[in-house]
């Protein structure tokens, strides 16, 4: 079937662009990098097409890649139907952000470097899609990691930008760190690496192993997936552009971690333990990072918390059992949150890099076209039925209902929450005064185009992909009696929260202040998010730097490592020293040693029976 | 006769015959060398030792050998005198592999018209021929004397270069024929046993084969020191290059290893490209004809010549060349002759024919400068030798 | 027919090395050293001929050919560096060549 | 016949080889040296190694010996003087030379004495030497290619006037 080309693609593009781009005029630029991504977007729908219906997984192994005592890892790539949805996300959606960035990226410098590394995450991303094994899966991981690090600096003279790019990578390294232990302890249970094997031989392990493996994953899962406590990078690496944030940052290298819990659902479904950590993580993160997300200004670091608040709903999904409702969400959340981060690179664009919300305001007449987008991609994470987001946020509460109340409660919350900000910012953007001082103008066509498309898909998607039924035999079933009050309460949380937001930023604008002045501690707690990053730093970041400096710096490196090698030269110079009396300078003399050592060596030999 | 001691009589009767027939052939080419490039000149040439010039060649050869022997007192004397021997032994050890004809029955014995056969013969005689350049750089520097050793640093250096188009040229053949032996090499372009072939079996009609024959010529004009290539002689520069100081039978030593040098490397273009001693067509077709109507015709005009004399003596030595002619070509005709005779023919007209090229191009080009000598064999030669080595590599091994 | 003993040739490369050692460290002039070089290097070859020989093992042969390709580069650039040194020190004395002292 | 050929031939390579170590003059050590090539090729037939010996003569005697000669008539290279500087190589030199040779002598007398004959061995023919070396010897024979083509370019730089 040709599995290879689909990532196949992107990477040609990565390696024209990164290697001749310079030279290349950006209509050159745009049709390779685009044009490769739209091919692998037309390849994917075509394998899709001819190995329907997939009920089934394809396994296709190029070579093998590593082959070492009982060790054999193969450079294989499968596709079954949880591959298929992601495929059709990854590069559907990564078309649509690609076409989307010509327009956004036309005035900035670097434009072939950055849709090389476009392509270069795309190639890993559909990578860590297709890998039929945990360390191919890895590579797609780490480099998509890496591709991450390398946008989010792509203003790489900005201090803040590559801060935040490094700091992104550097957390990620504690959530790798788990992923590869638990990848050992796969191949030390199963002695393999392949996912179909993990799968076949799951039931039969002993719990705490998979335990064990399962919330190892979930450490490198939490990292990818930016949930607590692990969540920190996310809101920084807003930084990169925008359309970065959109690919990347929302639809989906963050969902990366929830893609690999589904995928490794065999090992969770025999490990409640670990999968209740899922859940109370999903939960905990969803609520805090929407807390958050209330009282952000800057209209980016909204959509950043909630998309972290999203992930947690992901997860929560995955915790309860209900794998499909988490890809549902995964892939409704892709379409409305790349929507809101792109319509936001729109608002941006027109009011050429203002970002604060606190400097929009009545910009719904003059960007029409981008408020009724934003608008419906505001509906749809609201939860209003019957909208995408309604569908699989449902799905996913229902679930955990099923599992324990507290967190339907939790997570219902959480969605009025939600409705609150997204709608909050909606106001602050575009009702009320123009409180800026540039001249808002509409974006070109190019980027309006994929919005319009973005937008149906969050009006419709949820109707028109019905992820669970396509997954129902995927997973194991976790049947959620359907029940409407349920449904009916969640909804009316989104509305609620939608009514406070017009009342407090529409109807009455000066009700948001006293609020907040009302119940000032806790304002100020949230506004700063906690102080999570002042108390990471002074737990975890200075210590280990502190200690670093003093004790493996200081001591064991310039101390312990460089005596030894610096004596080991000293004691070598006084022996050179002694001995160099022999050398005469004279090769005649050199060779006579030669000779004698010869003899030495033959009589050696003799004495010892060697020559025969 | 037991085998042995009938292999060792046969081999000393052929050494003895190939010796001899070298040997005039040598002191003849010089006398042919002189009269073509005479008549390319629009001269007689030499002409009054014998009738039309025939005994010249002797009379050099007395000369050389009655000339005084000088030996100048400022040479190094053991390997002032061991370099015309190096030089003349080399060149006439090439001819020993050499075949001149297929297998052939002498007096019920079978044996090759060849001393012998190695299964290596081709590299044979170019380690031979590599042994060669001592001759010319040993002589040049034992002279002590800056003409020959500049003559000698000079040719020696032309000669190394020249090597590695060469054998490079050659080794193109043989990949086409698969072998190493100069015998099975002809054995190859002679056609299916039972079919013989045409010339278009050769292998300069191979392909494009054509390319390494002429690279094969032109670098073995330049091992041999001829012009276009005869810097180490260049006389307006260098006196007579690396043997200016020779003279006498020493002297004659190099000349007679020149010649031999043409000889062999002719030969080597005969056995590689053109087929040896196949005739261009079957027999059947009448190619053992040819060689009788050549003499035949040959005869008839000397005898018409001499029944119409431009000159006095010519009525007398024309007839008798044409009388001697008439009777080669019935020679040629006698059945028992034709096994070995027109084998022999062929070669020898292919040889004659490549000799004739060297005096040509001798009459006809002027000499290099010696930086475009060297820039035209490593800048030009040599590439185009390896890119048709590859390219016939990869045919031969793809085909 | 009589047989050569194997071990003939393998003493005649013996000497043969041996003679090349003897050159290399009683000879002063470095192109003849050099030379030295060669002789022992063609003393080996033999052996390894000879071995090939008792092995009935082509390997033999063609270490001796590496040998060679190996002697070819060496005399190569051997040569260069000697004519790179005369022309700084207009010597070939290898005494007078001792600047790596001190 | 075999016995009389390596008889002679042994002779003359050892007499060449003696000749490059006494000889005084580096051009008549370099032609005694290619009378040692030369009869050494002569024993490589011998010993069925008929390739090789034609390699010998083309390689040694026809490029590495014309290189040692052009060097010599270059760089004019004259006699020997006959003092020497080095007393390590004559005290410790000869004693350890002799003892060297002795043993090597010796322990290969010690070797279980086999005839060698020609014909004895035909696997050395250019077919045989050309398929070991492109199966099993290929890596080997490409490092060599890599090695030559590093000799070239350090011979061009050194032979270069400014350095």
């Known amino acids: 079937m040709l599995l290879w080309l689909i990532p196949v693609f992107p990477l040609a593009g990565f390696a024209i662009n990164g290697l001749f781009g310079r030279r290349f005029p950006k209509a050159a630029v745009n049709a390779i990098a685009i044009g490769s991504v739209l091919l692998s977007f037309l390849w994917v729908l075509k394998t899709l097409a001819a190995a329907a219906p997939l009920n089934a997984a394809v396994t296709e192994r190029y070579f093998t890649w590593i082959q070492s005592g009982s060790l054999s890892i193969g450079c294989d790539m499968t596709v079954d139907r949880l591959t298929a949805v992601m495929l059709l996300v990854v590069t559907g959606i990564g078309s649509l952000i690609h076409i989307y960035s010509i327009g956004y990226m036309a005035h900035e410098g670097g434009y072939y470097r950055f849709f090389a590394y476009m392509n270069l995450f795309m190639f890993f991303m559909l990578t860590l899609v297709l890998a039929a094994n945990y360390l191919l899966l890895f590579v797609g991981w780490e480099g998509v990691g890496l591709c991450s690090y390398l946008l989010i600096g792509f203003y790489f003279d900005k201090k803040f930008a590559t801060d935040a790019g490094n700091k992104a990578f550097i957390v990620n390294r504690i959530g790798d760190f788990g992923f590869s232990l638990g990848a050992f302890l796969i191949f030390k249970q199963f002695g393999s690496l392949d996912i179909a094997v993990m799968s076949a031989h799951a039931a039969g392990a002993p719990t705490g192993m998979l335990t064990a493996i399962g919330l190892l994953l979930l450490l490198g899962a939490c990292g990818k997936s930016a949930q607590i406590p692990l969540y920190v990078w996310l809101p920084d690496a807003m930084a990169g552009p925008t359309p970065v944030s959109a690919l990347i940052h929302a639809a989906t290298m963050v969902t990366a971690g929830v893609y690999m819990t589904a995928r490794s659902w065999p090992i969770y479904v025999h490990a409640p333990d670990a999968m209740q950590m899922i859940a109370i993580i999903g939960t905990a993160t969803a609520f805090f990072a929407a807390t958050i997300g209330l009282a952000q200004n800057d209209i980016k670091k909204v959509f950043a918390y909630s998309t972290v608040s999203q992930l947690g709903y992901m997860f929560v999904g995955v915790g309860v059992g209900a794998f499909s409702a988490g890809i549902y969400h995964l892939m409704t959340h892709a379409f409305f949150k790349a929507l809101l981060f792109l319509g936001s690179g729109s608002v941006i664009h027109a009011l050429s890099g203002e970002q604060d919300m606190r400097h929009m305001g009545g910009l719904r007449g003059k960007i029409p076209w981008t408020f009724w987008v934003m608008m419906c991609a505001a509906v749809a994470i609201a939860g209003v039925p019957p909208f995408a987001g309604f569908w699989s946020k449902d799905a996913i509460l229902l679930a955990a209902y099923a599992h324990a109340p507290w967190m339907y409660w939790a997570g219902t919350f959480t969605a009025g929450l939600t409705a609150f900000y997204v709608f909050r910012a909606i106001f602050m953007t575009f009702f009320g005064e123009y409180r800026g001082h540039h001249h808002p103008h509409e974006s070109p066509a190019v980027m309006m185009a994929p919005l319009v498309v973005l937008a149906a898909l969050s009006l419709a998607g949820g109707v028109l992909f019905k992820v669970p039924d396509y997954l129902s035999a995927f997973f194991p079933a976790r049947e959620a009696p359907e029940d409407m009050s349920l449904m009916a309460i969640s909804t009316a949380a989104g509305l609620i929260g939608i009514a406070l937001a017009y009342l407090m930023y529409v109807a009455k604008p000066a009700l948001a202040d006293s609020f907040a002045a009302s119940v000032k501690g806790l304002y100020w707690l949230v506004y700063n998010k906690y102080f999570v990053d002042e108390v990471y730093d002074a737990v975890v970041v200075n210590p280990v730097v502190e200690g670093s400096r003093a004790v493996l710096w200081k001591g064991i490196d310039a101390g312990l490592i460089d005596g030894t090698v610096n004596g080991t030269g000293a004691r070598a110079r006084d022996i050179g020293s002694f001995l160099r009396l022999w050398q005469s300078g004279n090769i005649r003399s050199y060779a006579t040693w030669v000779l004698f050592g010869g003899v030495l060596l033959i009589v050696a030999m003799g004495l010892a029976g060697g020559a025969r | 006769m037991d085998a042995s001691t009938a292999f060792y009589v046969i081999s000393l009767i052929k050494i003895l015959v190939v010796f001899a027939v070298l040997m005039t052939t040598l002191a003849y080419l010089q006398w042919i060398e002189r009269k073509v490039i005479a008549h390319i000149q629009v001269r007689p040439g030499p002409y009054f030792v014998g009738p039309h010039g025939l005994l010249q060649p002797l009379a050099d050869v007395v000369k050389l050998i009655t000339k005084e022997d000088l030996l100048p007192p400022y040479v190094n004397k053991p390997i002032y005198l061991a370099a015309p021997f190096i030089a003349v032994s080399m060149a006439l050890l090439s001819i020993s592999v050499i075949p001149f004809g297929p297998k052939i029955d002498v007096f019920g014995y079978q044996t090759y018209m060849q001393l012998t056969d190695l299964n290596i013969g081709v590299l044979f005689i170019l380690a031979v021929s590599s042994v060669g350049v001592y001759g010319v750089a040993l002589a040049g520097w034992s002279s002590n004397n800056k003409y020959a050793l500049l003559g000698a640093l000079r040719s020696s250096a032309q000669m190394i270069s020249y090597e590695l188009p060469l054998s490079l040229a050659i080794a193109a053949p043989l990949l086409i024929s698969n072998t190493l032996s100069l015998r099975q090499l002809v054995v190859t372009q002679g056609g299916a046993p039972g079919h013989p072939g045409t010339f278009w079996n050769w292998n300069l009609f191979h392909g494009w084969q054509w390319i390494s024959f002429i690279i094969f010529l032109i670098a073995a004009f330049a091992e041999t020191n001829r012009v276009p290539f005869d810097l180490a002689e260049a006389e307006n520069e260098l006196v007579a290059g690396f043997h200016t100081e020779y003279s006498s039978m020493k002297f004659a030593s190099f000349f007679m290893a020149e010649y031999a040098n043409m000889i062999t490397v002719s030969c080597m273009a005969v056995l590689l490209f053109l087929g040896g001693w196949v005739a261009p067509w079957p027999a059947k077709y009448g190619s053992g004809l040819v060689p009788v109507a050549v003499f035949a015709l040959s005869g008839l005009i000397a005898l018409y010549h001499g029944l119409h004399p431009a000159r006095r003596m010519d009525r007398f030595s024309l007839p008798v060349v044409g009388v001697v002619f008439l009777i080669v070509a019935a020679v040629f005709l006698a059945p028992f002759t034709q096994s070995w005779l027109l084998p022999l023919f062929w070669f020898c007209a292919k040889v004659g024919l490549i000799l004739f090229a060297f005096i040509w191009v001798r009459g006809t080009l002027p000499r290099f400068r010696y930086d475009q000598l060297m820039v035209f064999t490593w800048k030009f030669l040599f590439p185009i030798a390896v890119m048709n080595l590859l390219v016939t590599g990869l045919v031969v091994a793809l085909v | 027919m009589q047989q050569v003993p194997q071990s003939w040739f393998l003493v005649l490369s013996a000497l043969l090395f041996a003679l090349g050692v003897a050159g290399f460290l009683f000879r002063r002039n470095i192109v003849t050293v050099f030379m030295s070089i060669e002789l022992m290097l063609n003393a080996v070859n033999l052996s390894f001929i000879t071995f090939a020989y008792q092995h009935k093992d082509v390997g033999g042969q063609l270490s001796a050919f590496f040998v060679m390709v190996v002697a070819a580069a060496e005399a190569a650039v051997g040569l260069a560096i000697i004519l790179t040194v005369f022309k700084n020190r207009e010597t070939l004395n290898i005494d007078d060549i001792s600047s790596m002292k001190n | ?163």
């Open chain 4, 1 to 163: 016949m075999d016995v009389i050929l390596f008889l002679i031939f042994a002779a003359i390579s050892l007499v060449c080889a003696v000749n490059v170590v006494i000889q005084p003059h580096p051009i008549s050590s370099a032609i005694s040296l290619i009378g040692v090539m030369g009869s050494l090729a002569v024993l490589y037939l011998l010993l069925g190694a008929e390739f090789i010996a034609a390699a010998q003569v083309i390689v040694y005697a026809g490029a590495v010996m014309v290189l040692f000669l052009f060097v010599i008539m270059l760089l004019n290279a004259g006699r020997e003087t006959a003092q020497s500087k080095s007393e390590t190589a004559h005290l410790l030199g000869v004693p350890a030379l002799l003892v060297f040779a002795l043993l090597l002598a010796y322990f290969l007398r010690q070797r279980p004495e086999e005839g060698v004959h020609f014909g004895g061995f035909t696997g050395g023919s250019a077919e045989a030497v050309g398929r070991a070396l492109f199966t099993a010897y290929l890596l080997p024979f490409e490092v060599v290619s890599v090695l030559i083509l590093i000799a070239i370019v350090g011979a061009i730089v050194l032979a270069r006037k400014e350095i």
